[in-house]
C-alpha cells in the first residue's frame, strides 16, 4: 500500500537519508530500528507527509504524494495517515474525548459521527471512564492510548509510530504494543513503528535496520 523508492533527504549540507527504498503491503506491521541520528524520524515523517524528500518518491495505493501541494498533503495526511509520537502530544486544555474528535473535526466530518466513533475507540482501548478527563488527569499509558485512538479516528490505511513506547515503563509498552496487534486484526491497516524496544521489533512482521541514512 505504500512504496518509497530512493528517498534523500538533506538538511543543509547533511546529508541525512541516502536512497531508502521500502515497501510497506496492508495491514503489515514493520519496525525500523537502528542507532539514534540514523534518520529513522525523518524517514517516517517523509513517509507520512509530514516534510518532503530532496529525492525519490513516495506512493499510496497509486498516488505519488511527495508532488502534492502543502494543502492536499495535509489534506492527504489526515484522511490516510495516524500518527503516535514517543510524547503524546495531547492538546492539555480538552478532554480525551475532543483530543480523539479534533482530527475528524477538522477532516469535516459530522460532529456527531466523529464523537460516537471517538467513543467507541475509547472504549476499545479501555478508556470509557476517562473520556471527561484532561490529559493531565490520565496516566502515561492512559494518555498514549488517547494518542492512538487520535491517530484511528479517520480510518487511516497506515499508522506511523516513532518510538510510541520510549516514554513508558515496561507493562504499559507490552500493552501497547498488544494493541497495535488487535488493531490490526480488526482493521487491517499497516503500521510502520520506529522503536527501540526489542520485544516490540520482534513481534512485527518484519524489521527493517536503518544505519547511517540506509536500510541495511
Ligand atoms: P533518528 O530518528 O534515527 O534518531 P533523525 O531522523 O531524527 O534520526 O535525524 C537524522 C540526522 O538528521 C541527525 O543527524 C539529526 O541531527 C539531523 N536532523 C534531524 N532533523 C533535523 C532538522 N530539522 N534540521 C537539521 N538537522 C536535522
Ligand atoms: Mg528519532
Known amino acids: ?28 506491521i514493520a519496525s ?13 515523517h517523509i513517509l507520512g507527509t509530514l516534510d518532503k524528500p530532496d529525492k525519490g518518491e513516495v506512493r499510496v495505493g497509486n498516488q505519488r504524494i511527495n508532488f502534492l501541494n502543502e494543502k492536499q498533503m495535509a489534506a492527504f495526511r489526515n484522511k490516510h495517515v495516524g500518527f503516535v509520537f514517543q510524547f503524546h502530544h495531547l492538546l492539555p486544555e480538552f478532554t480525551a474525548l475532543e483530543n480523539v474528535c479534533i482530527p475528524g473535526w477538522m ?13 467507541s475507540l475509547l472504549q476499545m482501548l479501555g478508556l470509557e471512564k476517562r473520556v471527561d478527563n484532561k490529559p493531565n488527569a490520565l496516566s502515561g499509558g492512559e494518555q498514549q492510548r488517547v494518542a492512538v485512538a487520535r491517530a484511528l479516528i479517520n480510518r487511516p ?10 516514554n513508558l515503563d515496561s507493562a504499559n509498552a507490552h500493552e501497547l504494543h498488544q494493541l497495535f496487534f488487535s488493531l490490526r486484526q480488526q482493521f487491517n491497516q499497516s503500521f510502520l513503528i520506529v522503536t527501540h524496544n526489542e520485544d516490540l521489533a520482534q513481534m512485527s ?9 540506509k536500510i541495511v
Open 107 to 119: 477532516a469535516g466530518r459530522r460532529k456527531s459521527d466523529v464523537e460516537q466513533y471517538a467513543l
Open 1 to 28: 500500500m505504500l512504496t518509497a523508492t530512493n528517498i534523500q533527504k538533506y538538511y543543509g549540507d547533511l546529508w541525512v537519508l541516502k536512497g531508502v527504498d521500502l515497501e510497506i503491503k496492508q495491514g503489515e
Open 157 to 166: 490505511n497506515i499508522i506511523f509510530a516513532d518510538e510510541p513506547t520510549g
Open 32 to 44: 525500523i530500528v537502528g542507532p539514534s541520528g540514523s534518520g529513522k524520524s525523518t524517514l517516517l
Open 205 to 213: 512482521d518484519r524489521i527493517l535496520h536503518m544505519k547511517d541514512g
